[in-house]
């Protein structure tokens, strides 16, 4: 039956319970107010940086594969319809090409933002031909990313919505675990951590293989990991572990459309770093919350795989066509999109 033959029966009063043929109430906000996504656009960007730097998997050239993706990134950021400024750029803290802190991309119409960008997270991945290299911008309202220039890296712990609340950056990591695991329902040897594998988290390792639980040790990349570790039915639990303060924001974007959580403490790598930040007026001291990290509801993420990993597929060739995987996520909706697209590869290369 057609709405339309619906709406006469109905107006005519047709036997039988009319009521059970009505529609859902329209009492949703989203469905009244319906509003534009800009990730649906701002995803054509991470697609374009991908499919960039997919030439340069396992050449060894993590710095040209970066540049490619840069290029490609900025251009087509030009085309969408916002007034962005880079508040977290990429490059600095390896002195690769940047998309540099301050620049303002989009057509410079529409909605003032705030955006963090890293055209390629895990060029060191990409430059071997390892897994878990993403394409990655997160956008937020102007005003609303927290500024971590005077500090690279911070302490971290992710989630899903099960740790909210759970979860204490300042408890040893097996009182976590256990927590999570009973928030969870899981049985401890089912849990499994993901985290950087560097030296200086061995103890941290130690740790978590401890309490009985698994570990997923990361090459590089802990956006994917932090975010992985809030995606419903992924197999990855947490994350944890020191880890860049850019990634940290960039994760919380994404952590606050899953209704997740992520805790990070600013871990300044030395006296001259620590002045900078208490200059700067951090408080070295605070835990810093998603909330913190990213103010308001209206963030937005956006991420295409430049290789395989755990949250998305890497770039594809085949026979002339480009296939490109990525994930979009808005927190006012609490939307997870998977976007798959085929390109014409001469439209590319």
Not at 72 to 95: P, Q, S, Y
Not at 126 to 151: H, L
Not at 317 to 335: A, C, P, Y
Request: with cysteine; charged share 25%; glycine share 12%.
């Amino acid at each position: 039956m057609s709405w339309s033959d619906f709406a006469r029966r109905t107006a005519a009063g047709a036997p039988g319970n009319g009521a059970a043929l009505l529609p859902p109430r329209t009492t949703g906000s989203l469905f009244r107010e319906p509003d534009r996504n800009l990730a649906l656009e701002l995803v054509r960007a991470t697609e374009a940086a991908a499919i960039r730097a997919q030439p340069w998997v396992g050449r060894g050239e993590k710095n040209l594969a970066d540049g490619a993706a840069v290029d490609a990134m900025r251009k087509f950021l030009g085309t969408v319809n916002f007034d962005g400024v880079v508040v977290i750029g990429e490059g600095e803290k390896d002195n690769a090409p940047m998309l540099y802190n301050g620049e303002h991309v989009g057509n410079g119409h529409g909605p003032a933002c705030d955006i963090a960008v890293d055209p390629i997270d895990g060029t060191s991945l990409t430059a071997a031909g390892r897994q878990n290299a993403i394409s990655v911008m997160a956008v937020s309202d102007r005003g609303s990313m927290y500024d971590p220039s005077a500090v690279f890296y911070m302490d971290k712990i992710a989630a899903g919505p099960e740790g909210r609340g759970v979860l204490d950056l300042e408890k040893p990591i097996g009182e976590n675990i256990r927590a999570l695991a009973t928030a969870k329902g899981k049985d401890l040897e089912d849990m499994v951590v993901a985290v950087l594998d560097r030296p200086r988290h061995d103890e941290l390792i130690r740790a978590i293989r401890a309490t009985g639980a698994g570990t997923r040790l990361l090459l590089d990349g802990d956006v994917a990991g932090g975010i992985a570790a809030a995606l419903p039915g992924s197999n990855i639990d947490m994350c944890v572990g020191v880890g860049g303060t850019p990634e940290g924001i960039i994760t919380a974007c994404a952590i606050k459309a899953l209704g997740g959580v992520i805790l990070g403490k600013l871990q300044p790598k030395d006296d001259e770093e620590r002045e900078k930040a208490i200059d700067a007026g951090h408080d070295l001291d605070k835990v810093l919350d998603q909330d913190d990290l990213v103010t308001g509801d209206n963030t937005f993420f956006v991420a295409t795989g430049v290789t395989d990993g755990v949250l998305v597929d890497g770039v594809r060739r085949s026979r002339g066509v480009i296939h490109t995987d990525s994930l979009v996520l808005r927190s006012r909706s609490n939307t997870i999109r998977r976007i798959q697209a085929d390109h014409r590869a001469e439209k590319w290369f």
